[in-house]
DNA sequence: CTGAAAGCGCTTACAG
DNA sequence: CTGAAAGCGCTTACAG
């Protein structure tokens, strides 16, 4: 069967392919019943239903879905809810969703980004409460766990709205699907990096943190405790120090941090302001440069990374994070199965040598 | 405009999104000339043609391709054209094939795939050679790039056929689009890993080839060189030996290798037989554990890396390549633009910590 | 509980 | 060179 040749039978898979038609006319019904069986709506005798059921498995039919959305005129209308920060990697992740904004139109869909106050979880939890399934088939959140949130996603769900949760999972709440990265694993590998790169040298690591109540900062700095427990017992990793999400006093704890610890031999910075990391670096003045492992890969990491202040960079796909957002949820709409390995988001590490050429 | 409440005028945004009737209506011409000239159809008066495009900025229409595809009964028919090694890379990169294959039908989408043997020029070119514009709407090739192969290329873009090549690039001919990494940078990120991982000791190190004539091997392992020699001058890489394709005769050629280099520290496989490799190791009984670097994860390498045998893997997601290679031929079919942000392939680093979880 | 007919946004013969 | 009409595979009021 090479269709791909001049010589074979023109087009020869072309034939069957099952339609709507083809399933009616089998099971001796409408167009119309047709529908409401393949879309599980109510009004149909099971007598009927079983026909249609019957022809359709004979028939071997798959649902054109292109052709449903044309017909139904649904657009699909996604709302991201993401924290205010002002840092780069939300700056990243709102590119990577103006990107499927882009070309959303192409495929019926309309995306939004909200902005709330992270630390506002009542303005957060009245925000959700406010999505009109009428007007919303499915929500993307970014943001802390609280039993508010929780609470509020549980609603949503009950209104029949799916709900992913993205980068930092919601896993009490009962939402549909977690778009990120295995934080425990990433700070394994940030553990290891730094471990390997140190080659055998003794000496503490300055641990930096964002906060220490956001889930995914707890599980890297977890996973990193771990790895050097058990494979590096000549590294001391020293109680985290939090920079907040402000890149002064990320500076200020840093530095504080180096000069009490000046045979600090690195740093790990496992979500903090990367920028504030460096001047604390540049101001301490050390013998010698400590090693830099960060997390998520922006121009400032970026940058450092080129400047050989930072040695790698231990990240997540923003784009893909947003695709995958998307499609998660368009699948949840159609109730059509995720693929999973697709669905999969990886743990990437960056160093200067496979820098992506461009943004 | 916040449509995602109750209180908002409900689908306010859905108003105009102008269709080619409003087009032919503004325009005061019929469907089928808007379609002939959305379309570059000939045997329209420029000054109609005029009046459309007046009209399609002036309500700044987008074609909805769903819709256009569906109307054409249009299933886009791809061919992948890969060589007949046995090996797991081929082997996962045709899993990736097979992934897309299988939602395929979703987007009236068929694609077939053709193994040939890699050092018959002479079957490859006629392979392409038989393939018919009526029958293929887009070629992926992952082939070595030989003057006959060119040519074969430059006839199917002639007969109107979009080629990407696939993994190997083909740069001298005039294929449409390259999807795959830059490999000068793979082995740049292998020899920074190797280095660092060294940590300072000084010593040779063996570098294992598959063959010294195919294009990614020569451009990685020049990457490996360049990096090497500015950076660890304390290293020094051997002259590459060849393992083929083939896991015994790698294993012969390593272990005479390491035999003849007792003190070597590392071993960089360039796209070798990380097995044979592993054996060879075993065999020599080196008096300490080599480090070794390989490329390509697979079931083989991702088991090594667990087993503490591999210290990293420089890959690409075989899964990616697909999906990309789809995107893009079903772009230059299109004929809308390819987005080079989201089919920019990354060169991955995994060591055993953020190995993927999933096949 | 079921069906006939119109329509989604586009394309395709067929006339003229 | 241009247009009227039918159709792609599905869904949606509207009748009955």
Same sequence: chains 1, 2.
């Avoid at 022809?55 to 991201?80: C, E, P, S």
């Avoid at 999972?169 to 990433?186: E, L, T, W, Y």
């Avoid at 159609?334 to 820098?355: A, W």
């Amino acid at each position: 069967m090479k269709w791909w040749t001049k010589l074979s039978n023109p087009r020869l898979t072309d034939v069957a392919k099952p339609t709507v038609n083809d399933i009616a006319r089998v099971a001796g019904v409408s167009l119309a019943t047709v529908d409401r069986v393949l879309n599980d709506r109510p009004g149909v005798r099971s007598v009927t239903i079983n026909k249609v059921h019957e022809a359709i498995d004979k028939l071997g039919y798959v649902r054109d879905t292109a052709a449903a959305n044309l017909a139904r005129q649904k657009t699909y209308r996604f709302v991201f809810v993401l924290p205010d920060w002002k840092g780069q990697f939300l700056a990243s992740l709102e590119r990577g969703i103006a990107e499927i904004i882009v070309s959303a139109p192409q495929n019926r869909t309309e995306v939004r980004t909200i902005r709330v106050p992270n630390h506002d979880h009542t303005q957060l939890a009245a925000t959700l409460a406010e999505l009109d399934p009428a007007q919303v088939d499915g929500l993307a959140i970014m943001a802390k766990e609280t039993p508010l949130v929780r609470d509020a996603i549980a609603d949503l769900r009950k209104r029949g709205i799916p709900v992913v949760s993205l980068v930092s999972d919601q896993p009490n709440s009962d939402r549909d699907h977690f778009v990120g990265i295995d934080n425990v694993a990433a700070g394994r590998t940030a553990g290891t990096l730094l471990g390997r790169f140190a080659g055998g040298q003794k000496g503490k690591v300055v641990v930096v943190i964002t906060n220490k109540q956001s889930r995914d900062m707890i599980e890297r700095r977890h996973g990193f405790d771990q790895v050097v427990g058990a494979n590096y017992p000549h590294l001391e990793p020293l109680p985290s120090v939090e920079g907040q999400e402000d890149p002064a006093h990320t500076e200020r704890v840093t530095l504080r941090a180096l000069q009490q610890n000046p045979d600090a031999i690195g740093i790990y910075s496992v979500g903090a302001s990367v920028q504030g990391i460096a001047r604390a670096i540049a101001a301490a003045r050390l013998p010698k440069r400590p090693i830099l492992i960060d997390h998520e890969l922006t121009e400032n990491s970026a940058a450092l990374l080129r400047a050989g202040v930072v040695d790698a960079v231990i990240t997540q796909n923003t784009g893909h994070l947003a695709r995958s957002a998307l499609r998660v949820l368009r699948a949840k709409c159609d109730k059509t199965p995720v693929i999973k390995s697709q669905e999969n988001i990886r743990i990437d590490i960056v160093i200067r040598e496979n820098l992506p050429s461009m943004k």
